[in-house]
């Protein structure tokens, strides 16, 4: 007889599904559970955005895009396209797996830039 071995399951194969993840994201834009790298600030300076219109995509914005589990950082990676002002605005983001995504979910902004293309929401 065969041997069953229990295995953990990795982060890779516990990525929320699309609509728990815009639940997450705005979750945690409203509770100021939200961190940035250099490069987002950067990108916000180099093409003047704001982060009150980033805060409004993270929770009305659209999910673009596949999610992809960033090993490096220990997350799942996120676009978001939304509109401010007349205009389109995209926001790559990362959803730290080191956090509990119910209780303190921990978004982590990597970077935005105006978009001209037409968001295309994923389905599940």
Same mark, same amino acid.
């Given at each position: %007889? ?7 399951? %990795?982060? *890779?194969? +516990? ?13 945690? @834009?409203?509770c100021g559970n939200v ?10 300076? +180099?093409?003047?955005?704001?982060? $009150? ?7 009305? #914005?659209?999910?673009?895009? @596949?999610?992809?589990?960033? @090993? ?13 002002? #007349?205009?389109k605005l995209k926001v ?5 797996? *080191?956090?509990?995504?119910?209780? %303190?979910?921990?978004? $982590? ?12 929401? +994923?389905?599940?």
């Open positions: %007889s065969e041997e069953h071995q229990t295995t953990k399951r %990795s982060p *890779q194969t +516990l990525a929320p599904s699309l609509a728990n993840a815009r639940n997450i994201l705005s979750k945690a @834009a409203r961190t940035w790298t250099n490069r987002f600030l950067h990108r916000c300076r +180099l093409h003047a955005i704001n982060t $009150v219109d980033v805060v409004r995509v993270l929770c009305c #914005g659209t999910l673009v895009g @596949a999610n992809r589990f960033d @090993a490096a950082n220990n997350g799942w990676r996120y676009e978001l396209v939304g509109s401010t002002e #007349g205009r790559e983001v990362l959803l730290d797996c *080191q956090h509990d995504f119910d209780k %303190s979910p921990l978004v $982590v902004l990597i970077t935005a830039c105006w978009w001209r293309g037409r968001p295309r929401a +994923l389905k599940e």
